[in-house]
């Protein structure tokens, strides 16, 4: 009940962030990160076999992956928060103590996906494809882990009295903001839009057939899109650049324009889907034109309609109009 005797609404932060068990503590932050990974993983594994991999190979990547990508959001983290970790009085070893807490969503796709091409070259089998069939799990993983940030009360936005103001203890308050009870909840946000995410690429790759990377890039974009937003109202330092906006802010604009013309791109140049998930195709015969154009492609070689066939291979090519990958799954 307010001042003036109105009923204000507003979000319940939790009252706990984990549980001590012995000599650890178990935090509710690291259950909600592995709950998405879950996710992701399930999700992802359903779509490499509907694309005709196999699951012990998407298990055998995913398993190196998932270790790096964590690494890579340490070390992101980190390398955005130097004066946390390396500032006078500060031991520098606590940088490796990622218990504590501090990890960084961008570096963990950029280690992971690093991780992830290296381990299907090695297995002969798309990075396109994998990335296209964990594009929707990575989204639903992500509003799992956002969260965290609820039990923690951290990351929270500006404030405000608005009906889902959440609240937030005076002890978890950012200097400067101690009189204020209730900020934006960007933990609901970004886990809103990150759902949203995850419907829009599994309607698109359906309505679409979306393949060789355009799932993973549409990801791209829409996620850089809805971070770019939650980051300008975000209270949690960050290093400010680029004029008005915060690095991690800026980040996000650059990973969504990135997206946009890796998408734009992959249209024009690479439509339809590829025909297998294996990084070589069986040799046929081909035209000397139809085998210039292969050579420079990863299928080595295929003919045109194989090339666009789908994956029992019974589709015939596409017509020009239908060159967004725009075969309509029947």
Known sequence: MGQDGRVVLSIPSPPISGWQIGPFFLHIYALCLIAGMVAAWMIGNRRWQARGGASEQFETIVLVTIPVGIVGARIYHVLTHLGDYFAPGIDPWSALRIWEGGIAIYGAIGAGALAAWLMCRRHGVRFASLADSLAPGIAVGQALGRFGNWFNQELYGLPTDLPWGLEID??????????????????????????????????????????????????????????????????????????????????????????????????????????????????VPVSDSTGEEAALSDERPVTEATDQAGPDGGESPPTTAESLGERVDR
């Open 170 to 283: 005076l002890a978890h308050r950012v200097a400067g903001y101690q009189q204020y009870a209730t900020f934006h909840p960007t933990f609901a946000y970004e886990s809103l839009w990150n759902l949203l995410v995850a419907f829009a690429l599994i309607w698109a790759d359906r309505r679409f057939r979306l393949g060789r990377g355009k799932a993973f890039a549409l990801y791209i974009a829409l996620y850089g899109f809805g971070r770019f937003f939650t980051e300008g109202i975000r209270l949690d330092f960050s290093y400010d650049t680029f004029g008005p906006l915060r690095f991690n802010q800026a980040v996000a604009a650059l990973i969504c324009l990135a997206g946009i013309a890796l998408l734009v791109w992959l249209v024009k140049k690479r439509p339809g889907r590829e025909p297998s998930v294996a990084l070589v195709t069986p040799e």
